[in-house]
């Protein structure tokens, strides 16, 4: 050994020394560079994927509007409207004697932000009589609430929160948070050794875990990045992430991410996370609108969610809850009074009937077929976009409840079983789907025979071909007779086919107007096949039916199989003056930063004359009055509405299309194996209409005379056009200007009976 090396004994530990530390030193760089770029990917771009949220339609109130104060306050209190004394928050109303003053909440809607506001509404005789800005005191015309968040479309597996920034965060809230669970949030770099140390001596002296030393960045990188595995190595990772987003985001990014992170419980299998969702599903209002003893009882439970579950152990949670109010009071933050009169409150928790999960779900698979052709990229549908729908909460509440119980009541009646059902609400002068229901069970979220039960529909088939007849007013209007004598007609496979009235009966000649207002089938297919099944079919396409059509004479009975909602779509355009609009229920798609994305557009199609459309309206108001639809007039004899019964072959199918001023219903009852039930359309579907109607408050329909269209006088034997005053003469609305120029004299000894080709020659000729 030379005297070198004896003087320097480990010459080859220092050479290796500074290599391995160079090496270590580069692992290190790049380690901490890969885990800065994982911080930087998450953190600055979309942090999470947030589900798609649905809107209710919004409620306008307009002045002279028909609306009740008790429809006002069901919509409020769906909104989560608090009623008191003396309403001077946002979201809260106060209500006396049909006097309303209410502090409207702010939103993005999709025509622009409305700012929150204060008004005044009073309602007289079923009417808005007056709105007032409050903020103005100036008077106005309208105004419209925020609508109903309805529900999320929260892919399987995924967790749910509602994003807010920190600006929308009650600071009282923020001070609570970091009292509670990092005092040093402020001064500290990611991470806080005092109190880890703190932390460690408390849980040695009590010999279990009793205290936590991670900081709010810490939680943070925990819950964003790691997992819930106790090691060391997780624990430096965590502690090397906490410092570099320290590094890399101001305090108040790093709490805004924390606020919308953070578990709060379980929503069924998916994980309840942030403090905006949470304030709805807890409190069912948005975080802004919680109370001081709310937002404690959010940062109490943070240490344990599901320990501290409000709904389950609400002692817990209050026990928890005062803590955290101690521990503001200790510091200054509340005053003594207010500590002391909080600490007697309870929990009261809502129902988080907000974020409940399968909530209409026949009208939220419309919602999602419609979505899936306007967005065809699931990655944006997870991005937090805004669905403003059609649906009327309200109107959809009520239309489960008749439904369901209205089978229930049926069945009992009628020693019946098995029944199912569907309905169909729908706007008349938009197309707008306000309510649908496809099962009697109606959470069930699997066939929807709202939208995929076709039926055959009977009767309901009946208007189009009046409508076919009367759109030829030179040979046909409400007076024309028609025959009601037996027939027989070639069916399928060569057999014959001999129609029959319901009653059996035959009435030799009947007015147009009556055959349909009494459903009578002969006279039916009588002008059927006169018109021509070419003719019927074409004015079937043109109402919006676009399955294939046979064209056998029993079509004229309704051998056309169709959904509730295809039926709904035909009977649209005949309510609204021949106006068509196809139905549907998205109405707009705005961005999680309130884009507009898409917006419904559809211009409107004057399908039907409008004098045409009118005489339909006649006929079907006058069903609901002598014909086969009046109990509605027994059950509602201040109120106008139309509609029309169907009854299939066997009683196999229960139909009920009616309208009253602006919704229409269509209802169907039968069995899903297509077996005889043994009701009609009057005591089937008609019943559900009708419990319906008595829950909904129908509005009287009004129809206007367009011009051209007068009341004229008509011979009910020949149909003729006849001078005013005649004893026998019938009174009717007729297109005027097809009709003689000068009427028949009255002839009460001997009427003219009109002289007409037997069936067979008006068919086939001579």
């Not at 419209?144 to 929308?168: A, F, H, N, Y």
């Amino acid at each position: 050994m030379s005297v070198a090396q004896k003087l320097n004994p480990m010459p080859w530990f220092r050479k290796y020394f500074w290599k391995l530390a160079i090496v270590l030193i580069i692992v290190t760089g790049a380690y901490l560079a890969y885990l800065d770029a994982v911080i930087a990917h998450q953190f600055s771009g979309n942090k999470w994927q947030v589900p798609a949220q649905i809107y209710a339609r919004p409620l306008v109130l307009r002045l002279k509007e028909e609306i009740t104060s008790k429809e006002i306050i069901e919509e409020l209190t769906l909104l989560g409207y608090r009623r008191v004394a003396n309403a001077s928050r946002t979201g809260e109303y106060q209500y006396s004697n049909n006097h309303f003053e209410v502090h409207r909440r702010a939103f993005h809607f999709p025509d622009g932000f409305q700012a929150e506001t204060a008004l005044s509404l009073t309602v007289k005789a079923g009417r808005v009589s007056s709105i007032i800005n409050l903020n103005s005191r100036q008077p106005i015309n309208s105004f419209r609430l925020e609508p109903w968040l309805v529900t999320r479309l929260i892919s399987e597996g995924k967790e749910d929160r509602m994003l807010v920034s920190l600006g929308q965060v009650p600071k009282e809230l923020v001070e609570a948070l970091i009292l509670v669970e990092d005092k040093d949030f402020y001064q500290h770099h990611g991470i806080a050794p005092l109190s880890i140390l703190r932390a460690l001596i408390a849980n040695i002296s009590a010999g279990r875990a009793v205290q936590g030393g991670s900081t709010l960045t810490q939680q943070l990188v925990k819950n964003m990045y790691l997992t819930n595995e106790k090691s060391i190595t997780r624990k430096v990772k965590e502690a090397i992430m906490s410092i570099l987003i320290d590094a890399r985001y101001s305090k108040d990014q790093i709490m805004e991410a924390y606020l919308n992170e953070v578990f709060l419980g379980q929503n069924g299998n998916t994980g309840v996370h942030g403090f905006g969702l949470a304030s709805y599903f807890y409190f069912d209002r948005p975080l802004n609108e919680l109370n001081l003893e709310e937002m404690t009882t959010l940062v109490g439970m943070i240490k344990g969610p599901s320990y501290y579950n409000p709904r389950r152990y609400p002692e817990r949670v209050i026990e928890r809850r005062n803590l955290v109010l101690r521990l503001l009071f200790e510091d200054g933050k509340i005053t003594k009074t207010t500590f002391e009169q909080l600490l007697d409150k309870p929990i009261q928790v809502a129902t988080g009937a907000t974020l409940v999960k399968g909530k209409h779900p026949a009208f939220m698979d419309r919602v999602g077929r419609e979505l899936r052709t306007i967005l065809d990229n699931p990655n944006i549908r997870d991005s937090g976009v805004k669905l403003f729908t059609s649906l009327d909460s309200n109107a959809q509440r009520k239309a489960e409840s008749a439904l369901s119980s209205g089978l229930i009541n049926i069945e009992k009646q009628r020693n019946l079983e098995n029944l199912q059902a569907a309905m169909v609400v729908t706007e008349i002068n938009s197309g707008e789907i306000r309510a649908m229901v496809g099962d009697r069970n109606t959470s069930y979220s699997g066939f929807n025979r709202a939208l995929d039960a076709k039926r055959s529909i009977g009767s309901l088939i009946k208007p189009a071909i009046y409508l076919t007849a009367l759109e030829q007013p030179e040979q046909y209007n409400l007076a024309t007779p028609l025959y009601d004598d037996p027939i027989q007609l070639p069916s399928e496979g060569g057999e014959t086919w001999e129609p029959q009235n319901a009653d059996k009966k035959f009435r030799g000649q009947v007015p147009l107007y009556t055959a349909l207002t009494q459903s009578l089938n002969v006279p039916t297919v009588s002008l059927g096949m006169e018109l021509g099944l070419d003719n019927i079919t074409h004015t079937l396409k043109r109402l919006g039916v676009t399955e294939p059509i046979t064209q056998y004479p029993a079509l004229t009975l309704g051998a056309l199989d169709l959904s509730p909602i295809q039926v709904n779509q035909i009977y649209q355009a005949i309510a609204n003056n021949g106006v068509q609009i196809p139905l549907h229920t998205v109405n707009a798609i705005m961005s999680s930063d309130n884009q507009l994305m898409y917006s419904f557009s559809s211009a409107p199609s004057q399908i039907i004359d409008e004098k045409v459309a009118y005489l339909m309206n006649y006929a079907l108001h006058k069903v609901t009055l002598e014909g086969t639809a009046k109990q509605i007039r027994r059950r509602f004899p201040s109120i106008n509405m139309a509609g029309k019964t169907g009854t299939t072959d066997d009683y196999r199918d229960s139909w009920f299309s009616g309208y009253d001023k602006n919704v229409l219903v269509t209802s169907w009852i039968g069995t899903d194996d297509n077996k005889s039930t043994g009701l009609t359309g009057a005591s089937g579907a008609l019943r559900l209409f009708l419990d319906y109607q008595l829950l909904q408050e129908p509005k009287s329909l009004v129809r206007r005379f367009p011009r051209g269209l007068g009341i004229a006088h008509f011979n009910p034997q020949s149909g003729r056009a006849t001078q005013p005053g005649c004893p026998t003469s019938m009174s009717l609305p007729a297109i005027l200007e097809v009709l003689p120029k000068r009427p028949e004299k009255c002839d009460t000894k001997n009427p003219k009976i009109q002289e007409r080709k037997s069936f067979w020659e008006r068919l086939f000729g001579n």
